[in-house]
């Protein structure tokens, strides 16, 4: 017989409202050995199962080998003509949420011609620091991969189609003032 790899992690679930739609991504943090060439912070997004409850989803999301240290995850709610941002950390056995919003830059984008989306560049483990989302799916937007020989990096850029609209985000580094 085989050894089946032990797969470990954690979940859990929440349920949405009739027309409400929760992603979550976790924000991994960079190895400090690829600091130099990449992005500090990373987005992951967790995967779900959804089970319907007459009108309303049970969302239950995964995470795979959680951090002894915890998780930090963003929560987006996306609604009709909204989308509701919170934070909150996975640790041990329960999701603690934050009061106080992570720095994230948020945009909606919107173009009557199909065009092609900010140049970003990938960790050596092929993580990104941005995530663009279909507003009507909440889809995430698979970015095309290319080598930038230049700068001897794997670069990704995400195709938008016109005449709808994304979410994107991105996770900085806090800056002093």
């Known amino acids: 017989m085989d050894e089946v790899d032990e797969v470990q992690g954690k979940y859990f679930s929440i349920t949405d409202p009739k027309d409400i739609n929760t992603v979550i991504y976790q924000i991994n943090k960079t190895e400090k050995e690829f600091l130099k060439t990449s992005p500090k912070y990373t987005v992951e997004r967790l995967d779900c199962a959804v089970e319907y409850i007459g009108d309303k989803k049970k969302r239950t999301f995964f995470v795979d080998n959680p951090l002894p240290t915890g998780n930090h995850l963003v929560i987006f709610?996306?609604?009709?003509e909204r989308v509701v941002v919170n934070t909150g950390f996975l640790d041990y056995d329960q999701i603690k949420i934050s009061k106080k919003p992570m720095p994230l830059k948020i945009q909606t984008?919107?173009?009557?011609?199909?065009?092609?989306?900010?140049?970003?560049?990938?960790?050596?483990?092929?993580?990104?620091q941005i995530s663009i989302i279909d507003l009507e799916t909440t889809e995430?937007?698979?970015?095309?991969?290319?080598?930038?020989?230049?700068?001897?990096e794997v670069k990704g850029k995400c195709k938008l189609k016109p005449y709808k609209k994304?979410?994107?985000?991105?996770?900085?580094?806090?800056?002093?003032?």
Not at 109 to 128: C, D, G, I, S, V
Not at 167 to 177: G, T
Request: aromatic fraction near 20%; glycine fraction near 2%; charged fraction near 45%.
């Open 166 to 177: 994304y979410f994107a985000f991105e996770v900085r580094e806090k800056k002093d003032k």
């Open 109 to 128: 984008l919107y173009n009557e011609k199909e065009t092609e989306y900010k140049e970003f560049a990938y960790t050596p483990n092929m993580k990104r």
């Open 77 to 80: 709610s996306f609604g009709k």
């Open 140 to 152: 995430e937007i698979k970015p095309v991969l290319y080598f930038d020989e230049d700068a001897n």
